[in-house]
């Protein structure tokens, strides 16, 4: 079929020739333009020739030059080939400088790669963290205007990015009105919501923190041992603000802690910690019998060293009977040398300095702790022995000192 269609091809071309052929040599014709001193003559059909050369020629240097501006920089450094080699090489060096630090490079590079390149949102981000890094902070806003106008569906990812420039510079306020703003429109994205507990967190707007909680919750927003960890955070939070504020009135403002307290699950006025947050602020409040009563029950439900070693310093209502309970649970914890601190200092509100100079030498035999080594040497400086209660006055500082820092000091003014 194909060499059919050819020789059809041929066979037209062929007639069209000799009919031209024909027509030339039954009328030559001829041309003349004349134009003052300036003659031209020839042939018709040579000048009609001559015109679709000239034609040819024209369309055949168009295409040449067309494809010599498109495919080499060597015809011209600024083609299109060249400007897309150029805007590569701006974001790999932008992304390297802004990754080792160097800002104002960073900045440069980022901004002509995001000018260069239809996909600029990258490149306006980094540009705008070198530039507020740089302290310029309405260029770095600027940037990320021109990103939202250039990608307006990645508002959500400019407006993070924003959020977390601001906390940068310092503009809490700012960021939560961002991080808000972003909640609304998009109530259910994870990273939303882990921004806002964290800023939460850093503010410690446990308030706010509680209310975001169950959000955090229902979305999986967090690991769940992240989210109970929060959470036993958060009420931590809650009840010292709490007892602050109670003791900022000047009174024994209870009835705020215990409803905060009574608030809380089961399983978390069950956790040591949330315990002794809260046995603190009472005693703190003077609410001291209230600490006592709440702290034996729970000890008496589940034994925590830490929470022993609490008990101690609250004063109830009845410290024989505190004593009593306290070497209850002797019985099942003798060497634990914080319920032995504790019995030490229950003896002492009961006036009994020579059973209380046992529990102390027992807990210290169990562990050598400098709270206990102070405790020790203060009774036996009212019990008149100075040498022993200087001994371990200078152990509890050695002790202490073991856990501090390694800092400079100044040299001593007796070397």
């Known amino acids: 079929m194909k060499r059919l269609l050819w020789l059809f091809v041929l066979l037209a071309v062929g007639v069209g020739i000799y009919l031209l052929s024909l027509a030339i040599e039954a009328d030559r014709g001829y041309v003349l333009f004349a134009y003052k001193g300036f003659r031209y003559q020839s042939g018709l059909w040579a000048f009609l020739a001559l015109v679709v050369a000239l034609v040819v020629l024209y369309y055949l240097l168009k295409a040449l030059l067309r494809l010599l501006l498109s495919s080499t920089r060597l015809a011209n450094p600024w083609s299109r080939l060249h400007r897309n080699r150029r805007a590569r090489l701006a974001s790999e060096q ?30 306006y ?22 990103a939202l106008q250039s990608q ?32 609304e429109r998009h ?16 503010r410690h707007d446990w308030s706010a923190l509680l209310g975001l909680l169950p959000e955090l919750r229902k979305e999986k927003a967090l690991p769940a041992a992240e989210l109970d960890q929060l959470e036993r955070e958060v009420w931590r939070g809650r009840l010292l603000d709490l007892g602050e504020q109670g003791l900022a009135e000047g009174k024994t403002a209870l009835q705020p802690l215990t409803q905060a307290w009574n608030q809380l699950s089961s399983a978390l006025r069950h956790e040591p910690e949330l315990i002794a947050a809260y046995v603190e602020q009472l005693r703190r409040l003077g609410a001291q019998e209230e600490a006592e009563q709440v702290l034996r029950s729970a ?22 009977r505190q004593l009593d309970t306290a070497e209850g649970w002797l019985k099942q914890h003798s060497e634990d040398p914080a319920l032995q601190l504790t019995l030490g200092r229950l003896c002492l509100q009961n006036q009994l300095w020579g059973k209380a ?14 709270e206990t080594c102070a405790e020790l040497a203060r009774l036996l400086t009212q019990l008149g022995e100075l040498e022993r209660s200087n001994q371990l006055l200078l152990e509890s500082h050695t002790l202490l000192h073991q856990t501090l820092p390694s800092l400079p000091q100044p040299q001593s003014a007796n070397g």
């Not at 390297?96 to 949102?121: I, K, T, V, Y």
């Not at 569906?153 to 009105?177: C, F, N, P, V």
């Not at 008496?300 to 410290?319: M, N, Q, T």
Request: aromatic fraction near 6%; charged fraction near 25%; hydrophobic fraction near 40%.
């Open 94 to 123: 932008g992304l390297l400088d802004l990754a080792e630090g160097r800002w104002a490079r960073a900045l440069r590079q980022l901004s002509r790669a995001a000018e260069a390149d239809s996909q600029p949102l990258m490149y």
């Open 125 to 146: 981000l980094g540009a705008a963290r070198a530039a507020n890094k740089l302290g310029q902070h309405e260029q770095s806003d600027a940037l990320l205007e021109r």
């Open 152 to 183: 307006p569906q990645a508002e959500l990812a400019i407006a993070l990015t924003h959020a977390q420039l601001q906390l940068d510079r310092g503009q809490s306020e700012a960021a939560l009105e961002t991080l808000q703003a972003m909640r």
């Open 187 to 202: 109530p259910n994205h994870h990273q939303v919501l882990r921004r806002l507990q964290q800023l939460y967190r850093q």
């Open 299 to 320: 000890l008496k439900r589940s034994y925590d060293s830490r929470l022993a070693r609490f008990y101690g310093v609250l004063r109830g209502s009845d410290p024989a």
């Open 357 to 370: 100079r046992d529990y102390f030498e027992s807990s210290l035999r169990l562990e050598r702790h400098p």
